[in-house]
Each structure stands twice: as C-alpha cells, then as structure tokens.
C-alpha cells in the first residue's frame, strides 16, 4: 500500500521533529556506553550512524518537497 502525499508529508514532519532528535539522543548514548574512541573513530562512527537513519525513510521523504500531485490543477 502505498503512502499518500499527506500522509508522507505529515509522517516525513513527525521523523524531523521527533524521531531524527531520539535517534541522536539513542545514538550519543550509545557511544557513550563504550570508552571513548579516538576523533577520528567517534567522528566515523557519528557519520555512519547519521547516514544509516535516511535509508529506511528514504521512501517518507521522497517528493514530499515538491507540489501535490493529486492536488486539482489551475490551469
């Protein structure tokens, strides 16, 4: 079932608002569990991390910048 553009746009505005900060909280606590690393390792690890949460919502976020497509046209 695919998602409608309301829907992506509202859930790809929850994501940014909500998830995307627990993500970073959940993501910083789970470093911090662990001795701190050098730079370079924490500063890879952070990138890898803030890369891996797009590709499961890359489907939310796709076209949800541009017009509605099942909004009725002014022509």
């Known amino acids: 079932m695919a998602l409608s553009y309301k829907t992506r746009r509202r859930l790809s505005l929850f994501v940014l608002f909500f998830g995307l900060p627990a993500y970073i909280a959940l993501a910083w606590w789970i470093v911090s569990l ?42």
């Open 34 to 75: 662990f001795d701190r690393p050098s730079f370079a390792v924490e500063l890879l690890v952070y990138i890898a991390l803030g890369i891996v949460w797009a590709f499961p919502l890359k489907a939310v976020f796709k076209g949800v910048g541009q017009a509605d497509p099942d909004a009725p046209r002014n022509d």
